[in-house]
């Protein structure tokens, strides 16, 4: 099982930009798919987007598509998250997941970061 650690969440006004990171230990991510999900209050986990092993090919959610780049470095076990142009609707709780298989669903993670909360101001 690999462990995973978000971080560089905070708040921010609408139309700034964050980047998140999400290391991860206990075994290398170099071979695996890895993304990002979001939960607002009261809402469900709703997939972000993800890259494949070699950071080539990427995939996003219609609502961040252009707005949002995923990258990752497998040297250093970590994939990031650049968001620029945030809105307020992007306040949510950002989660880093490792995945099973090419579904973006909840249930095709096999490890879940702790998450790090990202707050959009208007």
């Known amino acids: 099982q690999v462990q995973l650690v978000e971080s560089g969440g905070g708040l921010v006004q609408a139309g700034g930009s964050l980047r998140l990171s999400c290391v991860a230990s206990?075994?290398?991510?170099?071979?695996?798919?890895m993304g990002w999900f979001r939960q607002a209050p009261g809402q469900e986990r709703e997939f972000v987007g993800r890259v494949n092993s070699n950071g080539i090919i990427t995939s996003y959610a219609d609502s961040v598509k252009g707005r949002f780049t995923i990258s990752r470095d497998n040297a250093k076990n970590t994939v990031f998250l650049q968001m620029n142009s945030l809105k307020p609707e992007d306040t949510a709780v950002y989660y880093c997941?490792?995945?099973?298989?090419?579904?973006?669903?909840?249930?095709?993670?096999?490890?879940w970061g702790q998450g790090t909360q990202v707050t959009v101001s208007s």
């Open positions: 206990g075994r290398t991510i170099s071979t695996s798919l």
């Open positions: 997941a490792r995945f099973r298989n090419f579904g973006t669903a909840s249930t095709s993670v096999a490890d």
